[in-house]
């Protein structure tokens, strides 16, 4: 699976949109990026995936450019619930690599 | 709602003794995961299942072995445990794109 670099940290105010960048610079053409978050003491949740499209659900948007080579993760209206940190993670979708690999994410924190 | 229960959220084991985590997924999946997770080293496999009695070593597999003997049970087993095995355990389940977690497990081994 591809690395992916994440900043550390970001601060975000609340009511404000929150945009979490990722790069995924050696992704190939067959590898989706997916992201999680994990509040705190709690399990990872799915939040959203893509393969080039831009794609919307409930939660959050993903924005992936056009060259595959980065994306970003938008929480449109952030709330002090959405305090967590979020994943971001490519990896081929089916076949025999089930395997999900973390790496050490972005810890957003948002401010009332 | 789809659920992956794991049946101890905190747990107090001795040294050596033969320690048991257990996770049940409501969603008939096929596949399951066991994963810790420690601070600055993030989520680690220990072993994945992707059917009944079948298993694969992740990527920290010593010290543990598992159980897969009904679809729905995935099974972490620590031989005898260790203080370094102190951690929280995370099980999961996927079919498909997205893996369900559930809630974890504290271990401490004393």
């Known amino acids: 699976d591809a690395k992916t670099t994440q900043p550390p940290s970001m601060d975000c105010a609340e009511g404000r949109a929150a945009n979490l960048p990722c790069n995924h610079s050696?992704?190939?053409?067959?590898?989706?990026v997916y992201w999680y978050r994990q509040i705190h003491s709690q399990g990872p949740q799915y939040i959203i995936h893509?393969?080039?499209n831009n794609e919307t659900n409930e939660m959050a948007s993903l924005i992936i450019t056009e060259d595959r080579k980065s994306s970003t993760l938008i929480l449109p209206h952030a709330t002090l619930r959405d305090t967590a940190v979020y994943y971001c993670i490519v990896r081929f979708s089916g076949g025999s690599n089930y395997k999900l690999t973390f790496g050490k994410g972005t810890l957003l924190t948002v401010n009332p | 709602d789809v659920k992956v229960t794991q049946s101890s959220r905190y747990l107090v084991k001795r040294t050596g003794e033969k320690v048991f985590l257990e996770c049940v997924q409501d969603m008939d999946h096929e596949n399951m995961f066991w994963y810790r997770q420690d601070p600055g080293l993030g989520l680690r496999l220990i072993y994945f299942s992707y059917d009944v009695k079948m298993k694969e070593k992740g990527d920290i597999p010593e010290g543990y072995s598992v159980s897969r003997e009904k679809k729905e049970r995935f099974s972490l087993i620590l031989e005898s445990a260790s203080t370094n095995q102190t951690s929280m355990y995370l099980c999961a389940s996927n079919e498909g794109y997205g893996y369900t977690f559930g809630s974890g497990t504290r271990l401490t081994v004393v």
């Open positions: 050696t992704i190939s053409g067959n590898e989706y």
């Open positions: 893509g393969l080039k």
